[in-house]
């Protein structure tokens, strides 16, 4: 293994290893397979080849078809990975992903589990238009019994899918495109990051910068420049959007006292909102100012690209509010 890896290539680790492991485990989605060209941003490449088209198969364009044959393999005692090819199209499959992959394990008394992966991707900044490239993550994690999760660097994204596929709840785990071909240092084989925990990126004590995914690797470098002005930031990852790690969000904020919170996903009713109201609610009269939230304009995503960079949250936007805070 080389020691930098690409996002991408963490997910098809994940995917390579889950395979190997396990028999139950296979792969569905629209061109995955070898023959189809190994997925459209080339994810699944060579697994077909390596495992079968029988355990990596390519379906016809029907979200609904993709997730509903991968729920009933589920319940059947397989590990399906489903890719859905963009966060948007997961619209098409709601029905079969909260009425029923939620909420079977509940409606059964905890008799029938769903180990189901849906593997998607989305982000704005490559020009894709509206119906491509929303981060949707509020929607799923405001749904009991799904698990929502992203990875911040390639051995994240490995670790956390690798989880996820042998979770036995119906994980939704989300890629974020424009940043599949950054680089990171490559994990350790046998790689599992638990769900359900953030991480503590960065340790600080002026404030508490709280995101996931792509902006993390901002607030590092912002939190690095910063230092230099004597500004000491503390960083941390959410890695799993639903179930919410409370403890570790209140330990660091109750010890700096201050918060920004950070995505890409529009502002209103977002994962910021969720987070900002713990804080305020268990940390009330220990705050030395108000949370502030930073993310993206509460518009459709536009294609031009001027719009489209002034649609999304910035890192000038992140240093205002930081320095607001402070």
Known sequence: MSAEITFAQGSTLAMDEALAADESVFILGEDVADNEGGGVVKVTAGLSTKYGVHRVRSTPISEQAIVGAAIGAALAGMRPVAEIMLANFLTVAMDQIVNHAAKIRYMSGGQTAVPLTIRTMSGAGMGSGGQHSDM??????????????????????????????FDDDPCIFIECMPTYWNTGPAPEPGLRIPLGKANVVRRGDDLTAISYGRPIAQLLDLAERLESEGISIEVVDLRTISPLDRQTLLDSVGKTRRAVVV????????VGAMVSAIIAEELHGNLLS?????ASRNCPVPYSRPLETAYLYSDERIESAIRKVL
């Open 136 to 165: 949707l993550e509020a929607w799923f994690a405001h749904v009991p019994g799904l698990k929502v999760v992203t990875g911040s660097s390639p051995a994240e994204v490995k670790g956390l899918l690798l989880s996820c596929i």
């Open 263 to 270: 995505h890409e996903a529009v502002e209103q009713f977002g």
């Open 290 to 294: 108000p949370v502030v939230r930073v």
